[in-house]
């Protein structure tokens, strides 16, 4: 079993949809989760960083951590076509120095 | 503030070449990552080096593949006797801190023919 299970999809959804992306994970020991874009052939660039539990609302971007369930979550409102990308989950414990990446969601935002 | 500055971006070597990676953090960044991302699959630690010291190598290979992070200039990663296993986007992170957050360079894309 991998340590960060996510949904590979692809995911199509129509333009201006809520979009909800999700990983789970084994590790307890996990207290800091991070959402990365990644577009074709590009670096992963951040747009979520949380730490324990709770909710981070970023624009239209929208972060919930529940640690109890070792489930994350990424909800993207009013989906534009410019979304379109890979969506990858990252997370790490206290003392690691790395993070453990889920493999990615491809997302595709429709006209 | 530029981002993290990776180079080449493209890198074609022959099998049993030696391939080095380039990597100039953000602007008052210490901590250096480097990752490996594989087609279809998610991105792999490889090294974390902050300056003059190799923190954590635990998922390099232990063989042909090493890093530095000198006190002047880019951090390296070197890989020798490269074999077409080794093609793939290497990516470097930089933070300030150990806990802040990572940011990424646009990566190198090594094809060893």
């Known amino acids: 079993q991998k340590e960060v299970e996510q949904d590979p999809g692809p995911l199509s959804v129509p333009e201006g949809a809520i979009v909800s992306l999700n990983c789970t994970y084994s590790?307890?020991?996990?207290?800091?989760f991070m959402w990365y874009r990644q577009y074709s052939r590009k670096g992963p660039e951040l747009l979520m960083y949380?730490?324990?539990?709770g909710n981070k609302e970023d624009g239209r971007f929208t972060a919930q951590v529940d640690k109890s369930s070792k489930y994350i979550s990424l909800f993207i409102r009013d989906s534009q076509p410019s979304d379109s990308a890979t969506y990858l989950c990252a997370m790490k414990n206290g003392t690691a120095s790395k993070l453990t990446f889920g493999t990615g969601t491809r997302l595709q935002v429709t006209l | 503030n530029a981002g993290v500055m990776q180079n080449p971006r493209h890198l074609v070597r022959r099998r049993g070449q030696e391939a080095r990676l380039r990597c100039s953090p953000m602007?008052?960044?210490?901590?250096v990552y480097w990752y490996r991302q594989l087609p279809e699959e998610g991105l792999k630690f490889m090294v974390y080096?902050?300056?003059?010291?190799?923190?954590?190598e635990s998922g390099m290979p232990k063989e042909r593949f090493s890093a530095e992070f000198p006190k002047e200039g880019p951090s390296i990663l070197r890989i020798q006797q490269v074999v077409r296993g080794d093609s793939a986007a290497y990516f470097c992170?930089?933070?300030?801190?150990?806990?802040?957050?990572?940011?990424f360079g646009q990566g190198t894309r090594l094809t060893v023919v």
């Open positions: 949380t730490y324990s539990s």
């Open positions: 602007k008052g960044h210490s901590h």
């Open positions: 590790n307890s020991a996990f207290q800091y």
């Open positions: 992170a930089s933070s300030p801190t150990f806990t802040a957050e990572a940011f």
């Open positions: 080096l902050q300056k003059e010291n190799i923190i954590d």
